[in-house]
């Protein structure tokens, strides 16, 4: 946990290069101290096809999935702040959004928490 999932047009990979473009949402989320770096997970998923507004040509979306437990005012600093770091990086873009949403923390499993040797139930077991 986090995980960032990135959309965008596949035009968007002739201005920044995948890894740019992962690094920055990477770099923020870890500047934002919210996260255990070995936590943060990112990828991208480029589009050939989509259909957008008159005369608009790119975008570029992320979905953050993070586990509950931080603030309002934290999550939206995150969106913030990777929205402006990937303005910065891709000015000329027509659509560029970001979503913070939660796991809910009763609901969630992993590969650790399922672990039988993990009594502590903690989600970060063995990493």
């Known amino acids: 946990m986090p995980h960032f999932i990135i959309e ?24 934002t101290g919210l996260f255990a770096v070995n936590d943060i997970k990112v990828r ?13 040509e790119s975008f570029l979306h992320v979905f953050g999935y993070i586990m509950q437990g931080r603030s309002t005012e934290q999550k ?14 891709l000015p000329d873009i027509s659509f ?7 796991f809910e923390a009763a609901t969630y499993s992993n590969k650790a928490l399922i672990n039988p040797e993990n009594t502590s139930h903690d989600r970060h077991f063995g990493l």
């Open 96 to 102: 560029l959004s970001v979503n913070i949403s939660e």
């Open 8 to 31: 965008c047009s596949q035009d968007i990979l002739q201005h920044r290069t995948p890894d740019e473009i992962m690094d920055a949402v990477y770099n923020v989320a870890e500047s």
């Open 76 to 89: 939206a600093d995150l969106s913030r702040q990777i929205n402006i770091r990937l303005i910065a990086l």
């Open 44 to 56: 991208l998923q480029p589009y050939p096809y989509y259909r957008l507004g008159e005369g608009k």
